[in-house]
């Protein structure tokens, strides 16, 4: 366990520096832009998608369900507009009190307390919102509420493609950004260098089999608290098995997967907190680093 603590408490040091920065915020960037042009152009498609797939489920579930996504949309809206308000009413002070260094973790800092604020207020006011949004749909026409839940269905398409993206991305730069922790802080080993291409295909093949599995699973979603156990299971899966390949790949000479699945409980536990950020904006774009670097120094822990 304290090699556990040990790893994650490092995973969250190095995701505050600005060369991880770099790397989080450039991909986190250029990935919404990418999904957000291709949504776009594809939305009124998606909308069609989402809604033909609405019509084979019970209209009673529809609404039940969309009242529990309308209710986390606002949370996610209400901790976005949150974070843009401090910034606009404190901005001027923020930036004289606040050093260049420390300002893009500070903003990250502000995000968290945000969310954080907004699920208190949501642990102890959620039942009510919800049922404000059930009473809602029960008064809109059933094409409203089904144009509504599509329109939420597919921003859940392309936040999730994000998602993948992400963890694709943070394998690619697997190597110069463990490359980078290894000069900094296990200067005595070297990074393993010679399976980059495994890696990337190591990768392409656990998102083939996560999107497989999502599609499985997709009729879940619709099942209020069922849809988020089987969202934090497929993404649990995604960067467990990804993540800690490549930390192995970087650590080892010959990967061995048996062996990585022995060590189970301490990459289960560092991968199940790094899919906690892909629950808030913008942070999401920090975890699979955050899980890479963790998973990195657990396997060095070990291995010493």
Same mark, same amino acid.
């Given at each position: 366990?304290?090699?556990?603590?040990?790893?994650?408490?490092?995973?969250?040091?190095?995701? #505050?520096?600005?060369? !991880?920065?770099?790397?989080?915020?450039?991909?986190?960037?250029?990935?919404?832009?990418?999904?957000?042009?291709? %949504?776009?152009?594809?939305?009124?498609?998606?909308?069609?998608?989402?809604?033909?797939?609405? &019509?084979?489920?019970?209209?009673?579930? @529809?609404?039940?369900?969309?009242?529990?996504?309308?209710?986390?949309? #606002?949370?996610?809206?209400?901790? /976005?507009?949150?974070?843009?308000?401090? *910034?606009?009413?404190?901005?001027?002070?923020?930036?004289?009190? @606040?050093?260049?260094?420390?300002? !893009?973790?500070?903003? +990250?800092? @502000?995000?968290?307390?945000?969310?954080? *604020?907004?699920?208190? @207020?949501?642990?102890?006011? %959620?039942?009510? *919102?919800?049922?404000?949004?059930?009473?809602?749909?029960?008064?809109?026409?059933?094409? !409203?509420? &089904?144009?509504?839940?599509?329109?939420?269905?597919?921003?859940?398409?392309?936040?999730?493609?994000?998602?993948?993206?992400?963890?694709? #991305?943070?394998?690619?730069?697997?190597?110069?950004?463990?490359?980078?922790?290894?000069?900094?802080?296990? =200067?005595?080993?070297?990074?393993?260098?010679?399976?980059?291409?495994? /890696?990337?295909?190591? !990768?392409?093949?656990?998102?083939? #089999?996560?999107?497989?599995?999502?599609?499985?699973?997709?009729?879940?979603?619709?099942?209020?608290? +069922?849809? +988020?156990?089987?969202?934090?299971?497929?993404?649990?899966?995604?960067?467990?098995?990804?993540?800690?390949?490549?930390?192995?790949?970087?650590?080892?000479?010959?990967?061995?997967?048996?062996?990585? =699945? %022995?060590?189970?409980?301490?990459? %289960?536990?560092?991968? $199940?907190?790094?899919?906690? $950020?892909?629950?808030?904006?913008?942070?999401? $774009?920090?975890?699979?680093?955050?899980?890479?670097?963790?998973?990195?120094?657990?396997?060095?822990?070990?291995?010493?």
């Amino acid at each position: 366990m304290k090699n556990i603590m040990n790893a994650m408490i490092f995973g969250f040091k190095e995701i #505050l520096t600005w060369n !991880t920065m770099k790397y989080a915020l450039l991909s986190g960037f250029l990935v919404s832009v990418v999904w957000g042009f291709i %949504g776009y152009l594809l939305w009124d498609h998606m909308i069609a998608l989402s809604s033909a797939i609405i &019509e084979f489920v019970p209209f009673s579930m @529809v609404r039940s369900n969309g009242a529990w996504m309308l209710s986390t949309f #606002l949370w996610f809206q209400l901790v /976005i507009i949150t974070f843009a308000l401090i *910034f606009a009413f404190f901005g001027n002070f923020i930036l004289r009190t @606040v050093s260049k260094e420390k300002y !893009t973790s500070f903003s +990250i800092w @502000v995000i968290l307390g945000s969310a954080v *604020f907004w699920s208190v @207020v949501w642990f102890f006011k %959620g039942e009510y *919102f919800y049922h404000q949004f059930l009473q809602l749909l029960t008064w809109l026409p059933f094409e !409203t509420v &089904e144009k509504g839940i599509a329109f939420l269905i597919a921003f859940y398409f392309i936040y999730n493609a994000i998602v993948v993206s992400m963890i694709f #991305l943070a394998s690619v730069f697997s190597k110069p950004l463990m490359s980078s922790v290894e000069k900094r802080h296990f =200067k005595e080993d070297d990074v393993v260098r010679d399976h980059t291409f495994k /890696i990337v295909g190591y !990768t392409l093949k656990d998102s083939a #089999l996560y999107l497989i599995a999502s599609l499985i699973a997709f009729p879940l979603l619709f099942i209020p608290v +069922i849809n +988020i156990l089987v969202q934090t299971v497929l993404w649990n899966y995604l960067v467990k098995d990804t993540m800690s390949y490549d930390a192995a790949a970087l650590v080892y000479e010959e990967v061995d997967t048996k062996e990585i =699945k %022995g060590k189970w409980k301490g990459l %289960g536990t560092i991968s $199940f907190v790094s899919i906690l $950020f892909n629950f808030v904006p913008i942070l999401n $774009f920090f975890g699979p680093f955050f899980g890479e670097i963790s998973m990195f120094h657990y396997l060095k822990s070990i291995k010493k």
